[in-house]
């Protein structure tokens, strides 16, 4: 194992931003908007907001107490933290295999951003109007495995140069731009929205409280819906806030910090629909989406035509692309951090050694994602494409497993237990986690995550 020397962050306002930003990615600004379309509107956000309290905001405190207790990465946390002859460690692999997984769909879908950016940037989207043609584009562009793997390669040499340079000098100074350029654009966006000429009713759909989808798809559906959205949008459970919680001080209790991501990541994800259900309203006839019609290809077609039939839409339509570009690399360089970090743990290898090894790898491994979609697009497994298998494997499985086993090492007495978890994330000035939780986290939350995983898997 690797003694190197641990960096930590220059400051409290660059662990806040790079920790949202793992959080923060194209589940909130497209995936979010989408599902609560397809789901009623404001009611769908209520129950979202409520569960994500609930279950994301403890179990984010957990993962994060973990990190700064060991000061280690997922790849040797639990070794460091666990009671001798356990097997907690084991679940490392579980860690550093969904961190792999994530980004061989990922960073192909960050590619698109790019090449989205880039066709609005010169004007080439605006000669096609209509969703048809908008959709016959889009199906273009992900079949062609060429500009697929130019894209795609582009992401990954970006994000990896990005973290070879270290904590400080790489990660946190760019992250840091990228997020505060995010918010910025967020909120340019979600102003301009709001002055369009429908923009009431879309914000009337968005967050007053309706039935209307309760009654469509049923009570059940709604909730689920709502659980697996804000369980799986902090990215919580594979180590990759673990992370950033090992390069912080003590000097922050840590659920004063876990509100602080927690609220920016919704923050995004509510700005995110005001930008889209206005724009929706005015030009698409009031159409979100259905539960039917949840996916990629919304943003690159509906929304592709909203942009393109309104005044200034190349612009409103390169800033909107570029806006996701930074949501997508933030995430992706806050994963890869969590892959090198555990490089260095496990080896005596240098960063950037380390990351031009990594960069190599993932470009062999995205091939399958890639040809997935294009040369072999007839294949499936269990009637999945290759895409579509490692988000399940992902979403569904790997991110509310890590978390179940993060809940029970931090609450079991054979794990690192209660009272080490309380007084690892109670140490320091701010918000205090009290000792009457201790009954729902240890009971009540594990259970909750499990009936997530097994509707999940259904």
Known sequence: MSNTKREHFSSRLGFILISAGCAIGLGNVYRFPITTGAFGGATFVFIYIAFLLLLGLPVMTMELAVG??????????FDVLEKPNSKWHLTKFIGIGGNFILMMFYTVISGWMLMYFI??????????????????EFLSMV??????????????????????????????????????????????????????PKALDGIKFYLVPSLDGIRKYGFLNVMTAAMGQSFFTLSVG????????????????????????????TFVAIMAGLIIFPACFTFNGGQTAD????????????????????????????LFFLFMIFAAFST????????????LELTNMKRRTISIINAVLLCVLVLPTIFGNSIWSNF???????????????????????????????????GWGWNNYLNEVNTGEGLSVPKWLRFYCSYILPLIILVVLIISII
């Not at 700064?68 to 946390?77: F, K």
């Not at 066709?119 to 016959?136: A, D, P, R």
């Not at 992706?332 to 490089?343: D, G, K, L, P, Y």
Request: proline share 2%; hydrophobic share 50%.
């Open 68 to 77: 700064r207790a060991s000061q280690r990465s997922i790849a040797t946390s």
């Open 119 to 136: 066709k609005y940037l010169n004007g080439s989207m605006l000669n096609l109007q209509g969703v048809e043609s908008l959709g016959n």
């Open 143 to 196: 079949s062609n495995p060429v500009s697929n793997i130019i894209a795609t390669y582009s992401t990954i040499a970006i994000c990896f140069l990005i973290c070879s340079l270290g904590l400080k000098n790489g990660v946190e100074r760019i992250t840091k731009g990228m997020m505060l350029a995010l918010l910025t654009l967020l909120i340019g966006l979600a102003i301009y929205a709001c002055t369009l």
């Open 238 to 265: 594979i180590g990759a806030i673990a992370i950033f919680g090992s390069y912080i001080d003590k000097k922050k209790r840590l659920l004063g910090e876990a509100i602080t991501i927690v609220s920016l990541d």
């Open 291 to 318: 539960a039917t019609s949840v996916g990629a290809s919304f943003l690159f077609t509906t929304l592709s035509s909203i942009f393109n039939s309104m005044p200034g839409g190349r612009i409103i339509g390169t």
């Open 332 to 343: 992706v360089i806050a994963v890869f951090e969590t892959i090198i970090s555990s490089w």
């Open 380 to 414: 499936t497994i269990f009637g999945k494409s290759i895409m579509d298998l490692e988000d399940f494997i992902v979403s569904n499985l790997l991110l509310p497993f890590g978390s179940f086993v993060y809940v029970l090492f931090c609450t079991s007495r054979y």
